[in-house]
């Protein structure tokens, strides 16, 4: 027997300020100028290694992308990577929906975050009126925000993020949305020719969004008659290991678990050097920083 869809519209939401959140922006921000905690010798190398090739990607005009998941924001992260804009540093910004969400109601409420299996129990899970309405509505208008004239693209999938949990859910428009988007970050990936790429904290909306927008830049280029895009660098940045492979050799067999590592594995993939950092993504960013600051 077929059974109708479930009718969003009949969602009870509540506001936004009334929910238990977890996290407020007094007590996660990282300020830029503290000195962050010590990393690992191999990771600290790397580092070096990356802001060595960002300065030289910088000085040619190539392009900088940093595609990050949510908690890069949720650790605090914020105001480090608006002195890496306003430095110049990085050209570009990739996240998710989650990204957006975390950014949104910290700008709105200085609060984020909940705890997902209390309010899945509960059914209030994600049903926070101000959120998935002044999303939903920016999507609707077509807004886009720019600060530092340094896009940031968002490459949600439907029904993954908490704005689903709404009345006004409309996978349209969120779908426009990423469609603008994902053309705007291939735009960029066609300046990426001896430039950098981090993808920090995202083990899949990055790989996955980055192999294809590099194919349509290299698609468009051959037919052109001209080269594929070169000489870029990547680093890819999360806690997990990396399965004791050596990423910088090329992706291991079908027989070596790591293999399955995606994040790994497809930007591996991708030409150019890349690079794994085992390591906090709050504290990968904030060294980057100062190594910057030193060049």
């Keep these: 027997m077929a059974h109708a869809p479930l009718d969003l519209a009949k969602l009870k939401v509540y506001p936004l300020a009334t929910r238990n959140s977890l996290s407020r922006i007094e007590e996660i921000l990282v300020p830029p100028d503290d000195t962050p905690p010590a990393c690992d010798e191999a990771n600290e190398r790397l580092i070096s290694q990356c802001a060595w090739n960002i300065s030289s990607a910088r000085k040619r005009s190539a392009a900088v992308i940093l595609m990050y998941g949510a908690h890069l924001l949720r650790n605090g992260a914020a ?5 890496m804009m306003a430095r110049g540093w990085v050209t570009h910004l990739a996240t998710n929906g989650a990204g957006t969400i975390h950014d949104w109601e910290y700008s709105f409420l200085g609060r984020s975050t909940e705890s997902v299996e209390e309010n899945v129990a509960a ?3 994600g049903t926070w009126d101000e959120t998935g309405r002044n999303i939903h509505l920016a999507l609707l208008a077509g807004a886009l925000a720019f600060k530092h004239v340094i896009p940031l693209t968002v490459h949600p999938g439907i029904g993954y993020d908490i704005i689903a949990n709404h009345p006004m859910f409309n996978g349209a428009a969120i779908g426009r949305a990423a469609d603008l988007d994902f053309r ?7 300046e990426l020719d001896g430039g950098v790429v981090l993808a920090v904290g995202s083990a899949i909306m990055a790989p996955q969004v980055f192999e294809k927008s590099l194919s349509c830049v290299n698609n468009l280029r051959l037919q052109a008659g001209r080269e594929i895009v070169c000489g870029h660098s990547i680093y890819v940045v999360d806690l997990q290991d ?3 492979w050596d990423w910088r050799q090329g992706e291991p067999p079908k027989t070596n678990p790591a293999y ?3 994040f790994c594995k497809s930007f591996s993939r991708m030409g150019g050097e890349m690079n794994y950092l085992q390591c906090d993504n709050l504290n990968f960013v904030h060294h980057l920083l100062h190594e910057l600051a030193r060049i």
């Design 79 to 83: 105001l480090i990577l608006e002195k």
């Design 123 to 125: 059914g209030t899970f």
């Design 242 to 244: 990396g399965g004791n």
């Design 184 to 190: 705007q970050f291939a735009g960029t990936v066609e």
């Design 260 to 262: 399955y590592l995606r």
